[in-house]
């Protein structure tokens, strides 16, 4: 076999040059050690140096089409953190932007980098909470592994930043973002898959049976729909669109000839996975006019005004699906009392849906902070965010498993009947 | 023929047409002047936005009454034409005509920077997200409804719509440059401007002329976007620029029934890729096709007319 | 002094041997050149020092003195990770500049040679393809998944694979007009990303070759983690602080010094001359083509470099980072800059990543807390950054029209572009006159060319005086919009 040879030559090369240290994507990594593990050596002699202050910093993209998401968010957080005392400490937040416009307003990666450095180089910065994207927080994630910070993330829903999917996230993963072995990443929204999973299941009970599947070639959306598309043919609907979901061009000026491509198909149910800001009215517009009774469904990529202000009418009988709890369905009190809040604030404008992972986010920062052994060593601070359990947030109760994930496993469905905000449908039994 | 295949054909022309009216703008201004007016795009957005702004103002809804409707629609067209055609000759006033005699990378970089400034405020007017609009011409089969075939092609008003204005702009265009005096004049100074000049020619007039007219051509095709396509967005000029640019190289730069022609091509190459292909593809077939026209047609399928130096 | 010879000349047909050659003895004279430059303007090479030694030192400055101070009283202080990518920019910025500034020709679609050099990087040293196992020169174990090649590999690996395709890209599109090959480069920097975003979960049957759920670039993922630069245990990668500002440093200093070399060597010659009036340079002897590619494939090499340092530094490459917009932010630095002046490049490229990703976030806080301390809700949403194209946009047109030639303008390229009244324009090129102005420098006899060594072109007006006298005076075809063939 040539591949033997070539290990053999690859072995003779290492002894003649011989390891020393770790690099990324080692295999022999401890997976899901949290906080609970021995101390690493990175982790060491990370005491802040302010006597009266700690630093927590975010990084949202807050240019672009995201900006009414990150707006609420970073309001949010402010409000909950800034200038609040935890020990003998004054929080001091500081709200950084992850995205430039060179990147077209979305997250640019050198200055997602760029942002986790200016934290990590913070000795008093205890806390990050970022990013949006996933794709940033893939770039991230090593830079605070190695200078042992904490990121608490509102919003990604990657799953391959925590575990590992089997078919969807890239071989290697997660253990390649945690050069150091332990864990340093959480979020307190679940994942794609089991978005996907959960929205595939409500699509076989609306009646799909053979399903067109379209990404918008991004991160997000293409993890989405391909969670989607593998679940569904799980459950026994056809998916038609080529292996599992076929890409639309955000620069195209149109889609009519896909639209038609799709209903020549004979499909009966079209899933998008896409962000708002990828041409997206202008792809439910054509996929209506050709196709005007079919049933689409989309994700939480989608679920802001913005999108239906894009596709007008055409985005009507849409049906929504959202990795979590949308602020209208809020069970706890807490939840209903912060969007009753944003609301008075807004002149009774919903507040985006993401805007309360936002504030959740700042919660389990606060709430770390507080049960820290020691207010401003960043260890003592990890260990206590991975220490949370059976936490009181806005999102309702939840713990932090040693994975990074937190145990809310939600998904909840809407339809848009004629006006936005859309309707609530149901709570989306996620599969595991 | 192949109903599925008509069927992308009529899709095909009726994007072919809109790309047309963007491409009549880079190639009146390139024959004139040999500059890509990479601002010329964004123009055409404004236009759009513009269009837009002015509709819903003056209540354009569907359900109307058609003369209201038509009416309407008339004059929320003279005025965006009005205004982008202000809009184009501002720019040709402060970005290009002080570098007429500067190196030719000179006005091209203007461009570049004009066509920046002019995406920022459609972003800052309208926002990052796509703006929509309803449907004021019925989406309706006229091949079904008004014919009584019997048949699943679909050609619905809009897409007769974009014809009925594409094609009579196109008449009155071509009228212009080839018969009346002002035409005339811009076909020499497309020729040798200098030459042009000591014939008694105004040469910065004409220049002026012609991105007027460009400019009332971009306009027009704002208000056909917002109508057939029924949306837009800050970066629509970029997207449709691109392909409105390749269209007008692909028919022969310079060339005003070239420009017709690739529009109406690269609409057919588009709609084709999208639906028999992949269309995440499109867009590297689209640039493909124009890398192999220039290599090996440069002067496009009809060749280069209004100024012919290739 | 065997430096001042052209290696081309030397070598004949200017083999490796003797650009190495031509390397070592410029490095070896450079005590030597020092001191002439000492001696001649004492007050100039005295304050360029300090500027050297402010530039070495200041990543450490930044790490112990400014960021500390920083953190009571913010200053507008770049960090670690923006000033790598200011020299990723600068890198390209003098890549470009050999395209754009020296042959003139623009190529707008050079995000797609950046993009190559990165997956090429990401390709050679990650897990990507984790069927194989190739771990050369690295202190990673033996049969670790993936390709691991060192970073003195993949740097020139990445080069070559970008030179590559500039090559293959311009063989059939370099004959045509400078209008449509910007065109061109456009649809082709449109093209390579799209490939990069697509080629993930390919199905595909052609012949013997089957391809089933292939994954060939890792999709709109990308590539991650990519290993990071390492030389003698030391790494260089984006979790390393300050280390890798050095690396970077050394890469940008290499395109610096193969640059100039280019610039001053019959080649660099040729492509001004081409540049100038390609029918006269064409009738001189040089083939235009030959040149134009040499040009094209020389300034694509440069982005590969700066991919490849992307791609290690960051430990990661997506399609997403490669788009128009980095085209044309590369070609607005050097506008802004000074086209044809490497120094003016780089400076171009360090103040617009400055500005873009430092200035105007740290501007936009200032206004935010003042807006927040005064109640001005105006200020305190206002973002700055947002603007930063439309500012840049703002810029292009101004420079264009009030200092096309850039704030570090090639003196050479001023006077080009402060032309002579337009009753001019017809006069006869005087082609002979033109090209001979090329070989001044040869010419001007081994003193001005030695000096020259040192000297960027802007600060001194006397280095290179051979070569730009002639072109003060009459500069018939610059002035002119067209090539000669159009009239």
Not at chain 1, 92 to 104: R, V
Not at chain 2, 65 to 76: A, E, F, R, Y
Not at chain 3, 447 to 454: I, N, R, S, V, Y
Request: charged residues 15%.
């Amino acid at each position: 076999m040539k591949l033997a040879r070539v290990g053999a030559l690859a072995a003779a090369a290492v002894i003649a040059f011989s390891a020393c240290t770790t690099a990324p994507g080692t295999t022999s990594a401890p997976s899901g050690s949290g906080g609970t593990a021995a101390q690493p050596d990175v982790c060491k002699d990370k005491k802040g140096t302010s006597s009266s202050e700690v630093h927590i910093y975010s990084a949202l993209p807050r240019q672009g089409s995201n900006k009414a998401q990150t707006d609420a968010m970073v309001e949010s957080i402010k409000e909950i953190i800034d200038g609040t005392q935890v020990g003998d400490f004054t929080i001091k937040y500081t709200d950084l932007d992850d995205s430039s416009a060179a990147a077209g307003g979305d997250w640019d990666g050198a200055v997602a980098q760029a942002n986790a450095t200016t934290a990590a180089n913070d000795p008093d910065a205890m806390v990050f909470i970022g990013h949006f994207n996933s794709g940033a927080a893939k770039l991230t994630i090593p830079i605070l592994n190695n200078a042992c910070l904490v990121m608490i993330s509102p919003a990604n829903t990657y799953p391959g930043l925590t575990t590992a999917v089997e078919g969807v996230t890239e071989p290697g993963e997660p253990d390649s973002y945690y050069p150091n072995g332990y864990r340093n990443y959480t979020r307190v929204i679940s994942t794609d898959n089991k978005q996907g999973g959960a929205g595939a299941a409500w699509a076989k009970e609306l009646g799909a049976t053979k399903a067109y599947v379209l990404d918008d070639t991004q991160v997000y959306g293409k993890g989405l729909a391909r969670s989607w598309a593998l679940s569904a043919q799980e459950l026994g609907i056809e998916v038609i669109s080529g292996g599992t979901s076929e890409g639309f061009d955000a620069k195209a000026t149109d889609y009519n000839a896909l639209a038609q491509k799709i209903k020549d198909s004979g499909a009966d149910f079209i899933y998008i996975g896409s962000i708002t800001g990828q041409n997206t009215g202008k792809l439910w517009k054509d996929l209506r006019a050709a196709m005007p009774d079919i049933g689409i469904m989309s994700g939480d990529g989608v679920f802001e005004k913005a999108w239906y202000d894009g596709a007008g009418d055409a985005g009507n009988g849409t049906y929504l699906t959202f990795g979590g709890v949308g602020p209208n369905e809020q069970t706890s009190e807490a939840g209903k009392q912060w969007v009753a809040d944003f609301k008075e604030a807004h002149n009774g404008e919903d507040p985006p849906v993401y805007g309360i992972y936002g504030a959740a986010a700042a919660q389990v920062a606060v709430d770390a902070l507080n049960r820290a052994a020691v207010t401003n060593d960043r260890w003592e601070v990890l260990k206590a965010v991975f220490e949370t359990k059976d936490f009181e947030s806005y999102l309702g109760t939840f713990s932090v498993k040693p994975d990074g994930d937190v145990t809310l496993a939600e998904a909840t469905g809407y339809q848009v009947v004629d006006s936005w905000p859309p309707e609530f449908e149901k709570v989306l039994a996620a599969p595991d | 023929m192949d109903e599925q295949i008509l069927q992308t054909i009529i899709i095909g022309l009726s994007n072919g047409l809109i790309y047309a009216l963007v491409a009549l703008g880079y190639t009146l201004v390139y024959g004139i002047i040999e500059l890509i007016n990479f601002a010329h795009g964004d123009v055409f957005m404004l236009g759009s936005m513009l269009a837009l702004t002015l509709l819903v103002a003056f209540g354009v809804t569907t359900g109307a009454d058609i003369l209201t409707t038509v009416g309407l629609i008339s004059i929320v067209l003279l005025i965006t034409m009005a205004a982008t055609a202000t809009l184009n000759v501002s720019i040709e006033r402060v970005a290009y005509r002080p570098l007429r005699h500067a190196p030719r990378l000179a006005p091209l970089i203007s461009a570049i920077g004009m066509s920046f400034v002019l995406q920022n405020v459609g972003l800052l007017w309208k926002g990052p997200a796509n703006v929509g609009y309803p449907d004021v011409i019925p989406n309706i089969n006229v091949l079904t409804t008004v014919f009584g075939f019997d048949t699943n092609v679909s050609l619905s008003y809009k897409q007769l719509f974009t014809a009925a204005v594409t094609i009579p702009l196109l008449i009155a265009l071509t009228w212009f440059v080839s018969k009346t005096r002002q035409g005339k004049a811009m076909r020499a100074t497309a020729q040798d401007p200098d030459t042009a000049g000591l014939m008694g020619v105004d040469v910065n007039r004409t220049i002026a002329i012609t991105f007027i007219i460009a400019g009332m051509l971009a306009g027009a095709a704002g208000l056909v976007q917002i109508l057939y396509n029924n949306t837009t967005v800050w970066n629509l000029g970029f997207r449709f620029g691109l392909n409105a640019f390749t269209s007008a190289v692909l028919g022969g730069i310079g060339n005003l029934q070239g420009a017709v022609l690739g529009g109406i091509v690269l609409g057919l190459i588009n709609a084709f890729s999208d639906r028999y292909l992949s269309a995440q593809w499109t867009n590297a077939i689209v640039f493909g096709v124009l890398i192999a026209i220039l290599v090996f047609r440069p002067t496009g399928l009809l060749g280069q007319q209004l100024a012919d130096r290739a | 002094m065997t430096s001042i010879i052209d290696p081309i000349e030397r070598g004949g047909s200017g083999g490796l041997s003797a650009w190495v050659g031509h390397l070592v003895d410029t490095v070896v004279s450079w005590p030597r050149a020092y001191r002439h430059a000492y001696r001649r303007a004492p007050r100039r090479t005295v304050l360029l020092t300090i500027l050297v030694i402010l530039i070495l030192v200041y990543p450490l400055l930044n790490r112990f003195l400014l960021q500390p101070i920083s953190r009571g009283f913010p200053l507008p202080i770049p960090d670690d990770t923006t000033v790598v990518f200011m020299l990723i920019f600068a890198t390209m910025a003098v890549g470009l500049n050999i395209v754009i500034g020296f042959a003139g020709l623009l190529d707008l679609g050079y995000v797609a040679f950046y993009a190559l050099g990165a997956y090429t990087a990401a390709y050679l040293a990650s897990p990507h393809w984790s069927t194989l196992s190739i771990v050369l020169f690295t202190d990673l174990p033996a049969g670790f998944p993936g390709i691991h090649l060192p970073f003195f590999i993949i740097f020139w690996a990445a080069a070559l694979v970008a030179a590559t395709f500039g090559v293959l890209l311009g063989a059939p599109t370099l004959r045509l007009r400078g209008d449509y090959l910007a065109i061109v480069t456009l649809g082709f920097g449109e093209i390579v990303p799209i490939f990069f975003k697509n080629l993930v979960n390919v199905n595909f049957e052609l012949g013997p070759i089957k391809l089933v759920n292939a994954n060939i670039t890792g999709g709109p993922l990308g590539i991650n983690p990519i290993d990071a630069p390492s030389f003698f245990g030391i790494k260089f990668g984006v979790i390393n602080g300050f280390a890798p500002v050095y690396l970077a440093m050394a890469v940008v200093l290499l395109c610096i010094v193969i640059a100039r070399n280019l610039e001053r060597s019959r080649m660099g010659r040729a492509w001004m001359a081409i540049r100038e009036d390609e029918i006269a340079a064409e009738m001189m002897g040089v083939n235009t083509v030959r040149t134009k590619l040499l040009a094209f494939g020389l300034g694509a090499s440069f982005a590969g470099f700066a991919g490849a340092l992307q791609a290690s530094y960051q430990g990661a490459t997506t399609s997403d980072f490669f788009m128009f917009a980095t085209s044309i932010l590369v070609v607005i630095m050097i506008i802004l800059g000074g086209i044809g002046n490497i120094w003016g490049v780089i400076l171009g490229a360090i103040v617009v990543q400055y500005v873009d990703k430092t200035l105007l976030g740290w501007v936009g806080q200032r206004l935010n807390d003042f807006g927040e301390a005064s109640g001005n809700t105006f200020l305190e949403q206002i973002n700055p950054s947002s603007f930063s194209f439309l500012l840049l946009g703002l810029a292009l047109v101004a420079m264009m029209r009030f200092r096309p030639e850039g704030f570090l303008p090639s003196r050479q390229r001023a006077a080009e572009l402060h032309s002579a009244p337009p009753d001019q324009v017809i006069a006869s090129p005087g082609v002979t006159d033109d090209v001979i102005g090329f070989e001044q420098p040869l010419e001007g006899g081994p003193g001005a060319a030695e000096l020259a060594e040192l000297d960027p072109d802007a600060v001194d007006p006397n280095a290179n005086v051979g070569r730009a006298e002639p072109r003060s005076g009459a500069e018939p075809d610059a002035i002119d919009p067209r090539p000669e063939g159009d009239r």
